[in-house]
């Protein structure tokens, strides 16, 4: 079997499952959003996801996206990008640029940043807070409990519409645990959009809620 012909399989495969897991969970007519998780993958696999139909991508890191995609996007114009990997300050002019999607904004610094940058080029991709659910002190993200505070900055003083929450749960625990919290973080902070759930457990994730899920080794094979 070809390349081509392993990742259309496996994103159909995906694909059900994701419908599978909807369904189990009352949400039959709200398919999540399957994001292609693309770091570290070659052109022949990248064009494979592409050519099965896959839309939307999902990069970890701003200058691999664009050696990615910056000679794709013209050939591809219903194409998403989500950032998904931690953003430093100093690539936040080139992440406005190129993504349609920030998922990861964790701290005031960074969020003043886009909003100035949101601001000098007229484009506004659309924003996640990331959460550290697991209050991991390795971890990105903001600590539950000081969510308020600093959703209240980014809608109030930074004018920035923040869409919906991403969380990566820890590795040693059970990942609904922290879907589930998630899922109640949104809700208490009127947000409806969650970024949640891996190859190893999306299928979790759609039942508590997930809005779209975040899958690479699934759909493309294991990592060289």
């Not at 770091?39 to 890191?61: C, H, M, W, Y």
């Not at 209240?152 to 869409?163: H, T």
Request: proline fraction near 4%.
């Amino acid at each position: 079997m070809s390349i081509a012909e392993d990742i259309s399989q496996n994103r159909t495969a995906i694909l059900n499952r994701i419908d599978e897991a909807a369904q189990a969970a009352g949400r039959s007519d709200d398919r999540p959003t399957l994001v292609a998780v693309s770091k570290r993958q070659d052109a022949t696999r990248i064009d494979a996801a592409l050519a099965a139909g896959q839309r939307v991508f999902g990069e970890n890191r701003v200058q691999e996206a664009q050696q990615h995609w910056q000679g794709r996007r013209e050939d591809v114009p219903d194409l998403e990008l989500r950032l998904i990997g931690p953003l430093q300050t100093n690539k936040a002019a080139y992440a406005v640029a190129l993504f349609d999607v920030i998922e990861t904004v964790d701290r005031e610094k960074l969020a003043r940043k886009l909003a100035d940058e949101m601001a000098r080029q007229q484009r506004s991709p659309r924003l996640y807070i990331q959460i550290n659910t697991g209050e991991e002190t390795q971890k990105s993200g903001v600590l539950p409990a000081d969510l308020p505070a600093f959703l209240n900055l980014c809608r109030g003083e930074l004018d920035l519409q923040i869409e919906g929450l991403m969380c990566i749960p820890p590795v040693e625990e059970p990942a609904g645990l922290h879907f589930a919290l998630l899922a109640k973080l949104a809700r208490e902070n009127g947000l409806n959009r969650l970024s949640m759930g891996m190859s190893s457990d999306y299928e979790i994730a759609v039942q508590l809620g997930a809005s779209s899920v975040r899958v690479g080794t699934a759909l493309f094979g294991a990592r060289d």
